[in-house]
């Protein structure tokens, strides 16, 4: 496929004046483990804002996939029960974790159940965290825009995507997360702009898309988008929105950056579901409704618009894809690696976290490989981690309600074996479908929720208040 260099050069100078923008900004002379990982704590609202904005919303392929097939659906299953599980995450959890002082989640899973949940939390949050999905789509849209081989574009999205986050920490981070930003609204904002401007209305969709798409659930069955409200609770424990939290300059900003963080998918979400019907209606028999998006724009977009609109894409992407090193890199290199060295310094923790990054770019890049849907990828990994960190997290933050020490790991193991086995049974031929057709997820929770019910039943203790406090003192490990 050829385009016009213009619209090749747009999204070229996009990518490299990203990384030079991260490999400036991470330029500190002195830099602190407190810095490299939350930049002192000193993330302002704005910055706040916008890297959470753009870390959430890199399933921009996925998106288009889906949007395309079910139209306002989208909306009802990647929009309403994320923003839900964000306003909970933001009213209830954000300013206790806040106070913590903490740097991640296994440091609240140690600082109330101990090391070996801690452990296990932080292999959960490692695999999660791999953005195998994200690189899926740059790897698609690296391959549709240059022409190049799938593992060379994986490649080279990858090395895009961390370079600078290998220098320059949590600071270069924000500071692309800020570029990525711009790009991703003011990208889609032209596409729907144009499309309208072009075909009108809610008046030209309603001729040339079947009904059920303006439907909540899009034709499918009620229970296909009820899973979704379920595996959105995996937003009260995603690892990014713990990460700006601990980072933030205080508590009212933790609280407020998520707030107004909702306000702004809820306008995104309103430009991808447009232009997925768009799609719809002028692409119904497109053959891969993934790349829907890219290849409406190319219709649509004069010379070098469309090729602004291609750099709002990889923008999109990226700015998951970077966060997602991150985390699973502090994962893997801190919480796994140097808090298993009893003689490690703290000052050695960017080098482990270094470490942790190859590592995630490695798994990531072997699991993009193998991956066929990425709709299916947010399903099973949703499916099983959530139950296995949901409970024993939300309840960390309570010294009344919280789950028994003794119990935890036990139904950590147990909720997440579950979990992986009836993901697994169909896909190994095992079953045609999910056994005594439940959903995994539904699975996981209900073991997780019987072990809690039964731990409080026989455990009924109240916990000291001062041992959060205490435990909380031995993980924080300040510099």
């Known amino acids: 496929m050829r385009f016009h260099w213009i619209d090749l050069a747009i999204p070229a100078l996009y990518v490299v004046g990203t990384l030079v ?7 500190v002379p002195r830099r602190s483990t407190d810095e490299f990982l939350l930049m002192g704590r000193r993330l302002t609202l704005p910055a706040f804002v916008a890297t959470l904005v753009g870390t959430w919303y890199g399933g921009i392929f996925g998106i288009s996939e889906y949007a395309w097939r079910f139209g306002l659906s989208n909306w009802f299953v990647f929009g309403v029960p994320y923003y839900l599980h964000a306003a909970i995450f933001a009213v209830f959890l954000a300013r206790r974790a806040r106070q913590t002082r903490l740097y991640s989640i296994p440091d609240q899973l140690e600082a109330s159940y101990g090391r070996g949940v801690a452990r296990l939390g932080a292999l959960v949050v490692f695999v999660m965290t791999m953005p195998a999905a994200y690189l899926v789509m740059l790897g698609t849209l690296g391959r549709w825009i240059t022409g190049w081989s799938y593992p060379a574009a994986l490649v080279a999205g990858l090395l895009f995507s961390t370079l600078y986050i290998y220098t320059g920490g949590l600071r270069s981070l924000v500071a692309t997360d800020i570029v990525y930003f711009l790009f991703m609204y003011c990208g889609f904002a032209v596409m729907v702009v144009a499309l309208t401007a072009q075909y009108g209305g809610l008046g030209f969709l309603q001729t ?3 009904p059920e798409l303006f439907t909540p659930t899009g ?5 296909a988008v009820l899973v979704w409200y379920f595996i959105a609770s995996t937003t009260l424990i995603e690892p990014y929105f713990y990460h700006c939290v601990y980072a933030s300059d205080s508590r009212r900003t933790a609280t407020s950056g998520i707030l107004i963080s909702i306000l702004f998918w809820i306008f995104f979400d309103f430009m991808t579901t447009t232009t997925g019907l768009y799609a ?3 692409l119904p028999d497109i053959s891969d409704p993934t790349v829907a998006f890219s290849e409406l724009a190319r219709r649509v977009l004069p010379i070098g618009f469309f090729g602004f609109f291609l750099a709002s894409l990889l923008a999109t992407v990226m700015s998951t894809v970077d966060s997602s090193y991150f985390i699973a890199a502090g994962a893997f290199g801190r919480d796994l690696v140097w808090k298993s060295r009893k ?3 703290v000052s050695e923790i960017p080098r482990y976290v270094r470490i942790g990054l190859v590592a995630s770019c490695m798994g990531s890049f072997l699991l993009a490989l193998t991956t066929e849907s990425i709709i299916t990828l947010w399903h ?7 139950p296995v960190l949901v409970l024993p997290m939300l309840t960390s933050f309570s010294r009344r309600h919280r789950f028994p020490r003794s119990w935890v790991l036990p139904s950590m193991i147990l909720s997440g074996s579950a979990s992986f086995i009836w993901t697994l049974a169909p896909k190994l031929g095992l079953s045609g479908h999910y056994w005594l057709g439940i959903q995994p997820i539904y699975m996981g ?4 929720l019987a072990c809690y ?3 409080l039943r026989a455990h009924r203790t109240v916990i000291n208040p001062s041992d959060m406090s205490e435990a909380v003192e031995t993980v924080k490990k300040p510099t």
Request: net charge positive; aromatic share 6%; charged share 15%.
């Open 21 to 27: 923008v991260g490999l400036i900004r991470g330029r």
């Open 208 to 210: 040339k898309v079947p």
């Open 219 to 223: 034709g499918q069955s009620f229970t």
């Open 280 to 282: 719809r209606a002028l």
């Open 343 to 345: 003689s490690a310094q």
């Open 380 to 386: 099973d990994l949703g499916s099983v981690g959530a």
């Open 445 to 448: 929770f209900g073991i997780s």
């Open 453 to 455: 019910l039964v731990a």
